[in-house]
């Protein structure tokens, strides 16, 4: 998942990503993701897997969350940008970032496996939605404010975090990811909003 587009459409800071990011139409993101076998969860496979989808988060400015069948594993795990998790996230631009990062002042990526959301609050709200696999479309979605899930970490420990605004928005979107649901299914106002190059300003 994206953060929402910047108030003007410019996203010169935005690089085309080596690690490559599954588009809509591919058959994985319509499929109902696997549970993780706990066998599997410390195995070199899975490692490999989380880091890649770490990567995609890393080659790409406005990624905060990434699905596992995003990169074409059809495995129920997801990762949040460590940087959702800054008190003044939604205040920092992507120099400011870079700048957190280069200190080592971003908290790590969290990984969630096998996440299973167990408590929605009844307030809803709509938010602006994008994709990294719906490139370069945003819409709006409606969401509950605050969500709670429970889900094992990388190294197979169980935990449950409860979260609003932004975090909430992310959970309930990449689960949907793993229920072979994409934001389109239930946006309204869908609209096209590309990056633009610094010669086009």
């Given amino acids: ?96 970032l870079r700048e957190r990062q280069t200190a080592g002042l971003i908290p790590p990526d969290a990984v969630y496996i096998n996440p299973e959301i167990v408590k929605l609050s ?7 939605e994008g994709c990294l696999s719906v490139r370069w479309l945003y819409g709006n979605v409606e969401r509950a404010q605050k969500a709670t899930v429970k889900a094992l970490d990388e190294h197979g420990k169980p935990f449950t975090r409860g979260a609003s605004g932004l975090l909430a928005q992310i959970f309930q979107h990449e689960t949907d990811h793993l229920n072979g649901i994409l934001f389109i299914d239930l946006a309204s106002d869908l609209r096209e909003e590309p990056p633009q190059d610094d010669s086009t300003t």
């Fill in 1 to 96: 998942m994206p953060a929402t587009p910047p108030k003007t459409p410019k996203i010169s800071s935005v690089k085309a990503a080596p690690t490559p990011v599954i588009q809509k139409g591919a058959p994985v993101l319509r499929q109902i993701a696997k549970s993780v076998p706990a066998k599997a969860i410390r195995s070199a496979k899975l490692k490999r897997i989380i880091e890649r989808m770490q990567r995609v988060i890393a080659e790409q400015d406005d990624a905060v969350a990434v699905a596992a069948p995003q990169i074409g594993e059809p495995w129920r795990i997801f990762v949040v940008a460590g940087k959702v998790f800054l008190p003044d996230y939604a205040e920092l631009d992507a120099d400011q």
């Fill in 122 to 128: 009844r307030q809803k709200q709509t938010l602006l």
